[in-house]
């Protein structure tokens, strides 16, 4: 079964230090979302990508995050400088072309740890 | 922007008993309600969704319903079952192309006792 990829699974840094993260969605799911998930509280959407195209990032610290998607398949989503604030799991999802279900395909995660 | 509140934080049950989780939005124009399940350590995974133009769902043990003019919605598990404990999160959003811009509840840690 298909299944979206990610790495590292866990990464521990200290604050002021940059951060990557990569994302490999499922084959042929043009909608790729980056989600971030506190401790204790549900995921919250960073960035909707459309192929290349970022369609949503309302919700992205632009002034320490980025993300992009060059090529329309893989994804990197980055933190430079990292704060203490942003220790969560941050989740890779997506979803296959219309007509479909809804449902959000995630990956198990990248758990980021700053000290 | 919307905002899904979702009660109760926690829930412990015997196994065989019932259990519901309800969630409140805040915006009307979404449309599409899914939950969410999550085991420790694990991806989350879609187990049930409900669209506004009907009331209730089912599948087998798991049940959703969906009152739009009080906006809110709960899941339903009957029969529960060790391995129904995790985290669940109920979560909103417009539909057609934002299906995947979810808001989502802060959680719920369901604990099914043998």
């Known amino acids: 079964e298909a299944e979206v990829a990610q790495s590292p699974r866990y990464k521990i840094t200290e604050k002021s230090q940059a951060v990557a993260f990569w994302c490999d969605p499922i084959?042929?799911?043009?909608?790729l979302y980056w989600y971030r998930q506190i401790l204790g509280q549900g995921p919250e959407l960073l960035v909707q990508f459309q192929d290349e195209s970022v369609v949503d990032d309302s919700q992205l610290p632009k002034d320490r995050f980025s993300a992009e998607r060059l090529k329309g398949v893989d994804s990197t989503l980055k933190i430079q400088p990292a704060e203490l604030g942003d220790s969560a799991m941050y989740l890779c999802?997506?979803?296959?072309?219309?007509?479909?279900?809804?449902?959000?395909?995630f990956g198990e995660g990248s758990r980021l740890t700053v000290l | 922007g919307e905002n899904v509140e979702q009660h109760p934080s926690t829930l412990s049950v015997q196994e065989g008993d019932s259990a519901v989780i309800k969630c409140t939005y805040s915006d009307s124009a979404s449309n599409y309600f899914p939950w969410y399940k999550q085991e420790l350590g694990k991806r989350p995974q879609l187990i049930i969704d409900i669209r506004s133009n009907v009331g209730e769902k089912k599948d087998q043990r798991i049940a959703v319903t969906l009152n739009k003019t009080a906006k809110h919605f709960s899941l339903h598990i009957t029969e529960t079952q060790p391995e129904d404990s995790a985290v669940y999160f109920c979560?909103?959003?417009?539909?057609?192309?934002?299906?995947?811009?979810?808001?989502f509840g802060q959680g719920t840690i369901l604990t099914v006792h043998p």
């Open positions: 084959s042929g799911h043009a909608t």
């Open positions: 979560a909103a959003s417009t539909g057609g192309t934002s299906y995947g811009k979810l808001t």
């Open positions: 999802a997506s979803s296959p072309p219309p007509p479909n279900t809804g449902e959000l395909f």
